[in-house]
């Protein structure tokens, strides 16, 4: 499997370059900043490209049977959120054209808590959100992990819980935490089993041992329903109508291309 990871010279996105070599994949590590992608494995394949410039990228998506999402825009307030978090899935999406690749999203817990003083802010959550209904349009095969605040875990939570309807939302770390090292196992193990296709899950570490089986993990997780703008069990405070137009015409873009059509 030849793995395109977006956000490869990230806090979250090298540990995905390690995590998918250590599983055998051909992995391919998309960097605005070839200087900053020196520190990756050799055995990765960098390529140049920047997701808010659409021509730089159809190198990265050529022949690639999955992509891995860990963008961040964090510290260029709205519009990097727009541009970056949801403009750069929005431009890949569009630059893998009509091949059919196995999608790996992360955004973050509370994604859906619109009134807190940090989406408020920034957007940052509104944006991932949209994010998130362009890849569950896109009719591609996915998983959208939402992991809850990295590395503020203890040495012996190995355990994953997976959540379903972003009711954490205190906007702490009381709504639970994960290593940076496990959001990456989950991320690339999402990519190689069909019991994660279609679903959507806030990703958190508790007490016990780490899982010996991913299919077992992602099993019990209800996938979303197919044409589904939002997971599964979330809260239905984005109402379409009262999104921006240029939104819903990239919703309405993604659903009417042609893989849509892949059931
Ligand atoms: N902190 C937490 O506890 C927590 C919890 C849950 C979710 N999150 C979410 O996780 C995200 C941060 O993840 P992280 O720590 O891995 O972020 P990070 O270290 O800032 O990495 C962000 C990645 O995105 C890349 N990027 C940004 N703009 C780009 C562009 N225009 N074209 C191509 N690549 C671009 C960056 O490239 P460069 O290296 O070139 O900058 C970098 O590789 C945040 O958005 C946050 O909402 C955080």
New binding site residues.
Partial sequence: MTVLV?????????LVVEEAIRQGCTVRA????PG?ARELPAVARVVV?????PETLSEAVDGVDAVVF?????GAGKV?AE???YG?VRNVLRALGERTARIAL????GVTNRTGSYNRATE?HDW?RRSERLVRASGLPYTIV???????NRPDQHRFMLLQGDRRQAGDPSDGVVA?RQIAEVLVHSLISDRAIRKTFELVAATGPAPKDFDALFAPVDADPPGALDGVHDMPNMPLNDEPQRVRDDLDAMRTHKFSLIP
């Fill in positions: 977006v956000g490869a010279t990230g806090s979250i996105g090298h998309l960097a605005r900043n900053k490209g920047d997701v808010t410039r860990t963008l961040g825009s964090d990097g541009n970056v978090d750069g992360m955004t973050a817990v940052a991932k939402r992991p809850g605040w990295f590395d503020n940076r």
